[in-house]
T-cell receptor, first 113, second 113 residues
């Protein structure tokens, strides 16, 4: 049973560029949440996708956007990258809109120079 | 808003020592509480959880009790091992496991032989 997978593992981008991160949920899960973990900090919730729609959103600017595909996989897009966007981006999957434990992937390490 | 405060690290212990990592929370209603562990270079793994007052979560020798009167969820282990070296995060979700998680900043534990 494959767990949550994310790609790429590492990424280096330049300020002002755009980036796309990808996540495949655990088998049987239909909900994907994205978190940003800055160095030395706890993860912060970006947004959650369920039934291909953004259901909940944290305190992140519109430069952060996402998408969920019919197979439940998801993408996180960040436009106009800033140095402060350098972080570990974690994807978590779960089942249903409520009441299910979240399983985390290994993350994508984004470095903005 | 909801928040989690946990003791700052790093915490360094000798093998077989007793571990306590303090965690307190602020939340409206009746949140669910979690401890996650992050090993070097990996994503988050759920260590244990409790969904209502006085519940005790336990796993791999770790325990934590949901104390509503003190708004606390302290993590304990009677005898730590070198393999327990990791970063530990306390977290809450407002209603259930599938709502956005709010994390503390994490506590780094190093266990020396």
């Amino acid at each position: 049973d494959a767990g949550v997978t994310q790609s790429p593992t590492h990424l280096i981008k330049t300020r002002g560029q755009q980036v796309t991160l990808r996540c495949s949920p655990k088998s049987g899960h239909d909900t994907v949440s994205w978190y940003q973990q800055a160095l030395g900090q706890g993860p912060q919730f970006i947004f959650q996708y369920y039934e291909e729609e953004e259901r909940q959103r944290g305190n992140f600017p519109d430069r952060f956007s996402g998408h969920q595909f019919p197979n439940y996989s998801s993408e996180l897009n960040v436009n106009a990258l800033l140095l402060g966007d350098s972080a570990l981006y974690l994807c978590a999957s779960s089942w249903g809109a409520l009441g299910s434990e979240q399983y985390f992937g290994p993350g994508t390490r984004l470095t903005v120079t | 808003g909801n928040s989690v405060t946990q003791m700052e690290g790093p915490v360094t212990l000798s093998e077989e020592a007793f571990l306590t990592i303090n965690c307190t929370y602020t939340a409206t209603g009746y949140p669910s509480l979690f401890w996650y562990v992050q090993y070097p270079g990996e994503g988050l793994q759920l260590l244990l959880k409790a969904t209502k007052a006085d519940d005790k979560g336990s796993n791999k020798g770790f325990e934590a009790t949901y104390r509503k009167e003190t708004t606390s969820f302290h993590l304990e282990k009677g005898s730590v091992q070198v393999s327990d070296s990791a970063v530990y995060f306390c977290a809450l979700s407002a209603y259930s496991g599938n709502t956005p998680l709010v994390f503390g900043k994490g506590t780094r534990l190093s266990v020396i032989a």
